[in-house]
């Protein structure tokens, strides 16, 4: 199971505030971080009716994750986030469609 501490809800939670819910910024943010996860969120957004909370939705889960990693790496690891994290790929959260 993948976990997010309490501790990155709250950065997260912060960096969101400091933004003013931006999403155009923070989408171009992953953007260049990780094109790859952008590219996936935008396609998943033009499939959905409600492009806006997919997106929104897509930010706020990357925020996570890349938070929890942050934390992981200061305090310790966790190798399950950081294996999912290392093999993510859109053609594979495609395929969890499937399921």
Do not use: C, H, W
Not at 39 to 47: D, F, T
């Amino acid at each position: 199971m993948i976990y997010v501490s309490e501790d990155a809800v709250e950065k997260v939670s912060e960096e969101l505030n400091k933004k003013k819910y931006d999403l155009k910024a923070l989408f171009k943010e992953i953007k260049k971080e990780n094109p790859r996860i952008a590219e996936y969120i935008q396609v998943q957004a033009q499939k959905s009716k409600n492009s806006l909370e997919i997106i929104g939705t897509g930010i706020v889960v990357y925020l996570l994750l890349k938070k929890q990693i942050e934390i992981d790496e200061e305090f310790g690891t966790n190798t399950e986030l950081e294996d999912f994290l290392r093999a993510l790929s859109p053609e594979d959260l495609l395929n969890l469609e499937d399921m």
